[in-house]
């Protein structure tokens, strides 16, 4: 009876459920072997200003390819790696990564490419984060100016206080700070007013809208015109459609990622993107 009962209880455990048990499983753990046996890599998206049509920066995006599932989605092991101290150590390994791409990218030319990096609330909370990042940066030999950091709105809003205040100082040692996926968390314009951030990116939702829904549309003619009152740069990511990307560039949208200029991509595909005869056709 006992067996035939837990055999029913077995069932209860469908086969998609045991799936995605079994995934986390398997992402929670092999993050450390992946880390130690150089599984991630970093691929980097570039940025252009919209009226020059020049790259002026990259976005670099973490990828995780496995023998057992190809790529894994960094959305799906990241929030793994946030519930141990993994995403502590990917995440300096990402900084430094980037970095290092920040200096072999800047060394040779006078413009300033700007090599921006995504960061975990988690890493945000450390207490030590600020020096943990300037001490990254120096080590690899890039200049802070020369690297941003991308913090999204919902993680900068829990434990705001301490955390305007860890931004304040990344930007005072020059590092760029930007505020990720504006318009899917709070949107209060009170609290970015209060904000030492130097960037604001439009999130892809709001892109996707922006041809199909008019109040969209107007709207984001207003956050445009806002955030520069406010001093703050936009970028608009996401953006695939020439449409869009006519549509921002008239709005003044400062800079423009998305799929219409490139994926993210390999940093020995990046490098062919610098430098001042790179212009992209759209
Ligand atoms: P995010 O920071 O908002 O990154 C933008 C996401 O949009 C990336 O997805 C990028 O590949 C994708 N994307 C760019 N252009 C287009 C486009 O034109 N159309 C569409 N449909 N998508 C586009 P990805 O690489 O899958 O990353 C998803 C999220 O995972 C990121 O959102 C970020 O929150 C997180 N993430 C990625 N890499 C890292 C990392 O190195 N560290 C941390 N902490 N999080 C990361
Ligand atoms: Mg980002
Ligand atoms: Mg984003
Ligand atoms: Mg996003």
Not at 200 to 226: A, V
């Amino acid at each position: 009876k006992a067996k035939d009962k837990g055999k029913n209880q077995y069932m209860f455990f469908n086969k998609s459920m045991n799936q995605e048990i079994y995934d986390r499983m398997y992402i929670h753990n092999n993050l450390r072997t992946a880390l130690e046996e150089n599984q991630f890599q970093l691929h980097y998206q570039p940025q252009i200003d919209s009226k020059s049509k020049k790259v002026i920066g990259f976005e670099a995006l973490i990828r995780w390819e496995t023998e057992e599932f190809g790529f894994i989605p960094p959305l799906k092991f990241i929030k793994i790696a946030e519930e141990s101290d993994m995403i502590i150590k990917i995440g300096n390994w990402i900084l430094k990564e980037a970095a290092k791409f920040s200096k072999e990218i800047n060394q040779y030319n006078k413009d300033n490419y700007i090599v921006s990096v995504n960061v975990s609330s988690v890493q945000l909370k450390q207490d030590n984060f600020v020096e943990t990042v300037k001490k990254i940066i120096k080590e690899a030999g890039a200049l802070p100016k020369n690297m941003g950091i991308e913090i999204t709105e919902t993680s900068l809003m829990d434990n705001f206080e301490s955390n305007a205040n860890k931004v304040k100082k990344l930007r005072e040692l020059g590092i760029k700070v930007a505020l990720d996926d504006f318009g899917t968390g709070y949107s209060s314009l009170n609290y970015l007013r209060q904000l030492p951030i130097n960037i604001l990116k439009l999130d892809k939702s709001f892109i996707e809208d922006l041809l199909k829904n008019n109040n969209i549309y107007n709207l984001t003619e207003d956050i445009i015109l806002m955030s520069q009152k406010l001093g703050l740069t936009v970028v608009a990511e996401g953006v695939e459609m020439k449409d869009q990307f006519d549509l921002l560039s008239n709005y003044n949208c400062d800079i423009i990622q998305g799929y219409l200029v490139s994926r993210p991509i390999p940093k020995e595909e990046a490098v062919k993107f610098i430098g001042p005869e790179v212009e992209f056709l759209i």
